[in-house]
């Protein structure tokens, strides 16, 4: 793959960490990554973004791109209106990642909150932007109550519109988890219809940069270059009753 889309079920679900990690074990590999951000909000003119935390995680040599950046913490259509600047269309995310994809041998799309979260005032999203590049979504997905619904929905989104998902991701799994995220590992691929892919411990983000690298190869499953074992970890993780 040359292109994944990074997108998830919500907001602060940790698509960014996400994102470093498969941008880690990539240059671990000595592949040539760039990072490409659509739409940054709630940041200001001269602090980091996203695309900078995911290279101050994954390492030196990582292209980073913004298309646009908005002041307040709001759906890009919007705060792209309220700002009075213009707002991000899905042709131009295609097209910015396209000609990254001519430079690098992975491009990591990052959207901002979920899947169908507004770019423009024509109803643009980021499911628009991996149709118009045929790129597969790695969908981010919460751990406990509530993620099943909005895992379901989100899978069902991209199967109208004729996108391949990679699968369901863990973007925070708890140290402690409760009954609804461990129940959750049996039930979340069935509901995106996919294995999940991974699942990146809570407070990973935190970790030293070198302990961060070292253990991204641990949280993803061998379609993104990692190592992690889903059965193994269904099997330590969830109850007993639901392992098979």
């Known amino acids: 793959m040359t292109v994944i889309v990074v997108s998830g079920t919500g907001t ?27 739409a940054q909000t709630g940041v200001g003119p001269h602090e980091a973004g996203d695309a900078h935390e995911v290279a101050r995680l994954a390492g ?13 913490p709001l759906a890009p259509d919007v705060a792209a209106r ?29 959207g901002a909150g979920g899947l169908l979260v507004r ?17 597969p979504v790695l969908m981010v997905v919460s751990a406990g109550l509530g993620s099943l619904n909005t895992t379901a929905l989100t899978a069902e989104a991209l199967r109208a519109r004729g996108v391949r998902q990679l699968g369901p991701l863990v973007g925070s799994w708890p140290e402690v988890p409760d009954l609804a995220s461990r129940c959750n590992l049996a039930d979340l691929p069935k509901d995106a219809g ?17 302990e961060f690298r070292a253990a991204a190869a641990d949280w993803l499953a061998p379609g993104l270059g990692g190592t992690w074992d889903g059965a193994a970890f269904a099997e330590r993780e969830a109850p007993a009753a639901l392992v098979r």
């Open 82 to 110: 309220r700002a009075g600047l213009a707002q991000i269309h899905p042709q131009e995310v295609a097209d910015a990642a396209a000609k990254l994809a001519t430079e690098h041998d992975l491009v990591l799309v990052e």
């Open 12 to 38: 602060e679900i940790g698509k960014t960490v996400t994102t470093a990690a498969v941008a880690a074990v990539a240059r671990a590999a000595g592949r040539s990554v760039a990072v490409l951000k659509p």
């Open 60 to 72: 030196e040599g990582i292209t980073t791109r913004e298309l646009a950046r908005y002041p307040e």
């Open 194 to 210: 996919t294995p999940l892919v991974g699942a990146i411990p809570a407070g990973a983000g935190s970790l030293a940069v070198a």
């Open 119 to 135: 770019l423009d005032d024509a109803g643009g999203t980021l499911a628009d932007a991996a149709r118009l590049l045929g790129a």
